[in-house]
């Protein structure tokens, strides 16, 4: 019940945004424009329960059954803090085995068993780690649902995420509470139907970049918030972990796989597990959404040997207007040294022209502020790429980038080539997480660095 995505007989649910971990949540949202498509299958083996013809809750040992799942989310970014989300996890195919002196409990036949919206706002932090809350009804669509009863109304689920990352290390733990109101007992059922639950979960995983892979471990418990009467051979608790991969295989597609078993034999808890899935992530596809993280970091006093730093961070915002500092620089009297980070704004995927639009205008307005009184002496620009793609060749990309920034400074904005440096960084140096396709197109930046 951790993360149960179908009517308490699937506790497999992978999140619908798929940035960072597998069912985990993290605080971090899918920017505005972004589309996130997930599809994912897992077979379960020993989860569904049996239940003794004597009336007791003894244990009757474990038996085979199969049960085989499949997870359909989809999810889009709706403001800089702001998610919506949906998921439809099925049953396929179960196998189901005959005991002597048990009854057993299995889905009359396969099809959708819940319909789930989820909206998750951050209220803190940004892509590097924060908090937010995840909101989240579960619809009940498996007819004479004995663990729901009948005309039981949507589970209500509300959990609180938190995550942190440093280098290609990240951890997220979410805790929340599973608000369920019972509806009629089925007559002659031998299970009530379930109260609400406290729910928790923990996840962590390490990027390889060299490799394109995120190692990802991950434990999601549950346990009931009021008593029930349980005549299963399961506990009304339940807790399970999981193993796995997940592969950068292209720029927008995610590819998953790994495997998992219970910690405690409880509700849904499997003797093992096996998954895999897609994420496919694209966007920004509506509005006027060029997001881009545009920092101008000015240094206060060029003569300290380490100069204190004010970092300006133009406001993300519908208007692409507000999310481009060069407009804040009227007025502005320039300083001794200042450096703008500008992300994805003029390259996309793998290219090196200026393709995206609005470049050619932000460049003519910083070849007017490099001439600002007093002039400038050198303007250095660096470019950065995401990690796919081998070394080398992503240093030549930044390279190609930077000297192509370059050109059209000098030959169409007649800008002093003297006074210009270029450098390709290539993946060496990001500033976002390379295991998310929002995070890859933060790393695909140039950096402009201005002396006077």
Do not use: C
């Not at 993360?3 to 597998?22: E, H, K, R």
């Not at 992503?394 to 210009?420: F, M, P, T």
């Amino acid at each position: 019940m951790g993360n149960v995505a179908g009517p308490d007989m699937q506790n497999f649910n992978a999140t619908p945004d798929g940035l960072d971990f597998v069912t985990v949540q993290s605080s971090e949202t899918l920017k505005p424009g972004f589309w996130n498509f997930g599809l994912f299958v897992n077979q379960a083996t020993g989860t569904l329960p049996r239940f003794p013809r004597d009336g007791s809750n003894r244990p009757v040992g474990h038996y085979t059954d199969k049960l085989l799942g499949l997870d359909v989310n989809v999810a889009v970014g709706v403001t800089r803090r702001l998610t919506f989300g949906l998921s439809f996890p099925h049953v396929i195919h179960q196998t189901v085995r005959d005991s002597e002196g048990v009854r057993r409990g299995e889905f009359l036949k396969p099809g959708a068993t819940e319909l789930r919206p989820l909206a998750k706002y951050q209220f803190a932090g940004g892509a590097d780690g924060g908090g937010a809350v995840v909101v989240s009804t579960g619809i009940n669509m498996v007819e004479d649902n004995p663990y729901t009863g009948l005309g039981a109304p949507p589970i209500l689920n509300l959990e609180l995420a938190f995550d942190s990352s440093s280098g290609p290390w990240a951890g997220a733990i979410n805790v929340g509470y599973r608000h369920r109101t019972p509806g009629d007992a089925l007559t002659g059922a031998p299970v009530e139907p379930l109260g609400s639950q406290w729910i928790a979960s923990l996840a962590g995983s390490r990027l390889i970049p060299g490799l394109r892979l995120r190692a990802v471990a991950e434990v999601f418990a549950s346990a009931p918030a009021s008593k029930n009467t349980n005549r299963s051979d399961r506990m009304l608790s339940s807790s399970e972990a999981l193993v796995g991969l997940k592969y950068v295989a292209t720029d927008v597609v995610a590819l998953h796989a790994g495997a998992g078993r219970e910690f405690i034999h409880g509700i849904a808890s499997p003797d093992f597990r096996a998954y895999a899935g897609l994420n496919i992530t694209l966007g920004p596809k509506h509005g006027h959404h060029t997001k881009t993280l545009i920092k101008r970091r000015t240094q206060l006093d060029v003569k300290q040997e380490e100069p204190m730093v004010r970092d300006f961070v133009a406001e993300e915002s519908d208007d692409p207007i507000v999310n481009d500092p060069l407009p804040n620089l009227e007025g502005v009297p320039p300083k001794g040294e200042e450096i703008f980070v500008i992300n994805n704004v003029f390259f996309a995927f793998d290219r090196f022209d200026l393709v995206v639009p609005g470049g050619r205008d932000i460049l003519k307005r910083l070849a007017v502020y490099l001439y600002k009184t007093p002039e400038f002496r050198q303007l250095v620009i660096e470019g950065h790429t995401d990690f796919i793609g081998s070394e080398t060749y992503n240093k030549d990309l930044s390279l190609r980038r930077a000297v192509q920034i370059r050109r059209y400074l000098v030959e169409v904005l007649h800008v002093d080539v003297a006074r210009i440096q270029v450098i390709g960084y290539g993946e060496s140096r990001p500033i976002a997480d390379n295991g998310n396709f929002q995070g890859r197109q933060m790393n695909r930046r140039v950096e402009f660095k201005i002396s006077r």
